[in-house]
């Protein structure tokens, strides 16, 4: 059972325009996501989160946005840069429970100069 | 350099076999998890370690176990090896102490294992 769904496996965009990345859950007692960015032969890095209590977060380019009722989060990444292409992870936690994170199958990114 | 060391890199072996991966977590972080990724999968969680004792299980196979040292370093070893084992495998560290990172996991490189 996938708990955290990442249904687009690849998006590609021009240079410049905007990236939206979704991802829906279903475990309602999940109440902190995030995501994380991947480039071939590293490990994950964290990029962006978002606690339950809020619907939105931003950090420079990178805006989170929480939907509970819907059980969808999306990042969005403007402008988005060559650079930020890479494999998207989102993830979540269920925090009263523990710190393990529930990770989805990842989007690829491609951002076209 | 993202604190959490890894070793190997890299690992071939034969099925049947047995290895053991090590980690490394992030000075001052108590809690270190265990993760596979398999070819066209998320990251799995496979078990965690707090200071020590196991905190929490999720889809790890008999034939694997981990503990975690007095000095904070994991191994997770991996037994009776089989083809399907082949995946990248990713140790992650947490402070778990209040704060704005107290639920991030940082990561390792990762170690990857082919099993021929």
């Known amino acids: 059972d996938q708990q955290v769904k990442q249904n687009s496996p690849s998006l590609s965009v021009q240079e410049g325009r905007i990236s939206i990345l979704n991802c829906d859950y279903t475990?309602?007692?999940?109440?902190?996501f995030l995501w994380y960015k991947k480039y071939p032969a590293e490990g994950p890095t964290f990029l962006i989160s978002i606690s339950s209590i809020k619907d939105k977060n931003e950090d420079g380019r990178f805006t989170v946005f929480l939907n509970k009722s819907a059980k969808h989060l999306s990042l969005h990444i403007v402008p988005s840069q060559p650079g930020d292409s890479a494999v998207y992870f989102c993830a979540a936690s269920d925090t009263g429970a523990n710190s393990k994170l529930t990770f989805g199958k990842g989007i690829t990114l491609s951002v076209r100069p | 350099d993202s604190g959490v060391t890894q070793t190997p890199k890299h690992l071939i072996t034969a099925t049947g076999q047995r290895v053991t991966l090590r980690c490394s977590p992030r000075?001052?972080?108590?809690?270190v998890y265990w993760y596979q990724q398999s070819l066209d999968q998320g990251l799995q969680f496979l078990i965690q370690?707090?200071?020590?004792?196991?905190?929490a299980k999720g889809n790890i196979l008999e034939r694997f176990s981990a503990q975690q040292f007095p000095d904070l370093h994991s191994e997770l070893n991996l037994s009776s090896l089989e083809l399907g084992d082949s995946a990248l495998y990713f140790c992650?560290?947490?402070?778990?102490?209040?704060?704005?990172?107290?639920?991030?996991?940082?990561f390792g490189a990762g170690s990857r294992l082919t099993v021929l």
């Open positions: 992650a560290s947490s402070s778990t102490l209040p704060g704005p990172r107290a639920n991030v996991l940082t």
């Open positions: 000075s001052g972080d108590l809690s």
């Open positions: 370690y707090y200071n020590g004792e196991e905190r």
């Open positions: 475990n309602s007692m999940f109440d902190y």
